[in-house]
């Protein structure tokens, strides 16, 4: 079999990869084609971790300022009534 790229055969483009690559031929294309799959697999599999992840730490922050909010709105009032009972 002619050509170069993974799973060709060692010397032929193919590399270094074991046994069934070394080999070369439909075989070794195959089992390289299988490779790139499992790691383009397991890369998806991290982005949609981290995908996640950032999804969750941006609704625990948005809560924590909403929680902000609230106490900042409290202590204004608080504030607003202080003034107002000692402008009497």
Do not use: C, P, W
């Not at 032929?12 to 490779?35: D, F, P, Q, V």
């Not at 790691?39 to 625990?60: G, H, I, P, T, W």
């Amino acid at each position: 079999m002619s050509g170069s790229g993974s799973g060709s055969g060692v010397g032929r483009g193919g590399g270094y990869g074991g046994a069934i690559r070394e080999a070369g031929g439909s075989l070794g294309m195959l089992g390289a084609t299988r490779e790139e799959e499992y790691f383009r697999r397991q890369q998806k599999e991290q982005l949609d971790n981290l995908k996640s992840k950032l999804q969750s730490d941006m609704n625990q922050r948005q809560k924590e300022i909403q929680d902000h909010d609230k106490v900042l709105q409290q202590h204004q009032q608080r504030l607003k009534e202080i003034e107002k009972g000692h402008g009497k």
